[in-house]
């Protein structure tokens, strides 16, 4: 069955970085577009960023654009998010879900970014 | 930026009762709305899609309507699994906005 696996989160102060990662599997990843969607504690969801599938293609969320970066590597079945310059702000749980072109189905069960001093 | 309204923010409801929640956009976006449900501690799913269609397993009892700016979730005959968070999100233009949340208690 489709599978969504993300991991990278933790603890990291303001200024740091994080990589998180999210592994694909029980479809063709390479055929997809696929998208981050954060949502801060407590709060509602926000879209982060989309990449086509074959990589071309890149949309950030200006709350995030020129610190975060997403790529995809289709020989590993994997989903990238690297993250610089982070904020408190940054703190939520972030999903992977499969979709950048229309809806987001099915969304990975998150991993939590926690951005403190 | 498109923004995207909920209402209510939350309603409280029993088994058997009609649901009926309504999102709406700050600008037309066709029929590109899908709705998600987000059980606690879990991660949202897919509902509905291009404003009215049923995403595949999902149960008959969620219907969406609408287009344009207003749009419509209804739950027919409220289910126990069925208490949650719904979400609105429109893929009409990026970035892709979400509604604020309908929490169903």
């Known amino acids: 069955q489709v599978q969504l696996v993300e991991s990278g989160g933790g603890l990291v102060k303001p200024g740091g970085s994080l990589r998180l990662s999210c592994a694909a599997s029980?479809?063709?990843?390479?055929?997809?577009?696929m998208s981050w969607i954060r949502q801060a504690p407590g709060k509602g969801l926000e879209w982060v960023s989309y990449?086509?599938?074959?990589?071309?293609?890149?949309y950030y969320a200006d709350s995030v654009k020129g610190r975060f970066t997403i790529s995809r590597d289709n020989a590993k079945n994997s989903l990238y998010l690297q993250m610089n310059s982070l904020r408190a702000e940054d703190t939520a749980v972030y999903y992977c879900?499969?979709?950048?072109?229309?809806?987001?189905?099915?969304w990975g069960q998150g991993t939590l970014v926690t951005v403190s001093s | 930026d498109i923004q995207m309204t909920q209402s209510p923010s939350a309603l409280s409801a029993s088994v058997g009762d009609r649901v009926t929640i309504t999102c709406r956009a700050s600008?037309?976006?066709?029929?590109?709305l899908a709705w998600y449900q987000q059980n606690p501690g879990k991660a949202p799913k897919l509902l509905i899609y291009k404003a009215s269609s049923l995403e595949s397993g999902v149960p008959s009892r969620f219907s969406g309507s609408g287009s344009g700016t207003e749009f419509t979730l209804t739950i027919s005959s409220l289910q126990p699994d069925d208490f949650g968070r719904y979400y609105c999100?429109?893929?009409?233009?990026?970035?892709?906005?979400f509604g604020q949340g309908t929490r169903v208690e």
């Open positions: 999100q429109q893929y009409n233009d990026y970035p892709w906005t």
């Open positions: 879900a499969r979709g950048g072109g229309t809806t987001l189905d099915p």
């Open positions: 600008q037309s976006i066709g029929s590109w």
């Open positions: 029980g479809f063709t990843f390479s055929d997809y577009y």
């Open positions: 990449i086509s599938s074959s990589g071309s293609t890149i």
